[in-house]
């Protein structure tokens, strides 16, 4: 059963027994979460535990916004779910649609990188997929303490990789990866693992 937004309790992470730390004002974080255009109950769910969970984290740092921002990441819509794709972004405001036909293990990760290069400036880029989940007061507090650079954060699978449950890159990493000719050429197959 669902279990509604009011019945969570953050309270144990709003005041830590140490207190907050100390928040470093240049430290921003952008988290695209890849879904596809039907996922709209999805995004929905995503969206209010993520808009919870950055209340309590700017909270918890005693600043009035949050230092990440969250996306949800789609291709190209299908006809039956363009004009609903295109409302619930000018609604929400949070989707960010690639010039790219919806895939898996086809480039839309590499064109994420490409759009995160071109677009954001945030200090790391994280690649999340729709099924799993981010807390983020633990994922803030683990990047602040980390260098900057060259960084690729995650967990990983079969000791080699990090896959789409979630991982995080510096952005001097990412603009490595879309200016590398090996990297434009070899966009297709297993993503996670060929990043």
């Known amino acids: 059963l669902p279990v509604p937004l009011s019945h969570i309790k953050y309270d144990t992470y709003t ?29 929905d769910l995503l969206r209010k535990l993520y808009t919870h969970q950055n209340d309590v984290l700017a909270r918890y740092l005693g600043v009035k916004k949050s230092p990440i921002s969250i996306r949800f ?40 990188f490409k759009w995160f290069a071109k677009n954001r400036k945030d200090n790391y880029m994280a690649k999340l997929d729709d099924d799993a989940f981010f807390h ?13 650079e060259r960084v690729y954060y995650g967990d990983t699978v079969f000791d080699k ?13 990412v603009i490595d990866i879309v200016g590398l000719d090996w990297a434009s050429s070899n966009v297709k197959g297993p993503e996670d693992w060929l990043v």
Not at 81 to 108: A, C, P, Q, R, W
Not at 136 to 148: A, E, M
């Open 15 to 43: 005041k830590p027994p140490l207190g907050p730390p100390g928040v470093d004002q240049n430290l921003t974080i952008f988290i695209g979460i890849m879904t596809v255009d039907e996922k709209i109950e999805i995004r």
């Open 73 to 112: 990441i789609s291709g190209l819509p299908r006809d039956e779910y363009k004009d609903k794709l295109e409302e619930e972004s000018k609604i929400y405001g949070d989707i960010v649609i690639l010039n790219i036909t919806e895939n898996m293990d086809k480039g839309k990760t590499f064109e994420y």
């Open 136 to 148: 983020l007061i633990h994922f803030y507090r683990d990047l602040q303490d980390i260098p900057r």
């Open 161 to 173: 990789y990090m896959a789409g449950g979630g991982y995080t890159l510096s952005r001097d990493l």
